[in-house]
């Protein structure tokens, strides 16, 4: 894919995203997207931010500065401390669901303008669908899929294997096969599907597609 044919794919699932009412905007690098998020804190100043897990948020840097206390006038609520000191971890993805920005990444975009999630607890898609005042999402260029069809077998053949063998210890089949087999597995990844058609409020999910491939 050349530079050209990829940055037109980008503009078009702007185009289309935006008709469906969602904000886009479009960053060339996992650098110029964390400091997209870092300004847009400074001019949205939320008082409580949560995320989900995603490795091109991750990528960002910007989850390392709000553990290191950068942000000392915000409430971070993190359902990923390591291991999980106090127990807590699952009360603070609860808390979550109200913060006033929650950030995270998608699974899958289709330029018929949808967004496709799996979750294993649904932590990270509940918030995407109602609670926080905003939600920022971020997409590497190799997110995007031509259809809805495409972008759902995206995440049965190359997320939802990829991101269960990065869970230590799970023993899925597809961390074997590095495809989907339908299991029944109690360590399933696959338990709930989410798939925004359209944002309501208009605007309320910023999309940022990112010009370089990112995340699972
Ligand atoms: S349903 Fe099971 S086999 Fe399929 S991707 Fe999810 S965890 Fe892997």
């Known amino acids: ?10 503009e078009r699932c702007a185009e289309i995203l935006r008709r469906n009412h ?9 650098a110029a997207a964390g400091q997209y998020l870092r300004d847009e804190i400074q ?21 390392d500065d709000l553990r290191a206390g950068k942000y000392p ?30 950030l995270t990444g998608i699974n899958a975009i289709s330029l018929e303008g949808s ?12 918030p995407v669908a109602f609670g926080p005042k905003k939600v920022i999402l971020l997409a590497g260029r190799n997110k ?6 495409d972008a759902e077998a995206r995440i049965r053949e190359i997320a939802a294997p990829k991101n269960a063998a990065r869970h230590e210890g799970f023993t899925t089949p597809c961390i074997k096969t590095g495809r989907c087999m339908d299991c029944r597995s109690p360590q399933r990844i696959c338990n709930e599907h989410l798939i ?11 999309v940022v597609l990112i010009d370089q491939e990112a995340g699972l």
């Open 1 to 10: 894919m050349t530079d050209q044919t990829t940055l037109s794919t980008l």
């Open 22 to 30: 969602f904000d886009v905007v479009l960053q060339p690098d996992l």
């Open 43 to 63: 001019r949205l100043t939320p008082k409580s931010i949560s995320f989900g897990d995603s490795m091109t948020l991750l990528a960002t840097g910007l989850i």
């Open 73 to 102: 006038d915000i409430t971070f609520y993190d359902g990923f401390v390591a291991g999980n000191p106090d127990g807590k971890n699952m009360e603070r993805r609860r808390q979550g669901l109200l913060s006033d920005l929650f």
């Open 115 to 126: 967004l496709h999630w799996l979750d294993m607890i649904g932590n990270r898609i509940a």
């Open 144 to 149: 995007i899929c031509p259809t809805p069809a």
């Open 196 to 206: 925004l058609s359209r944002c309501y409020p208009a605007g309320r999910i910023t």
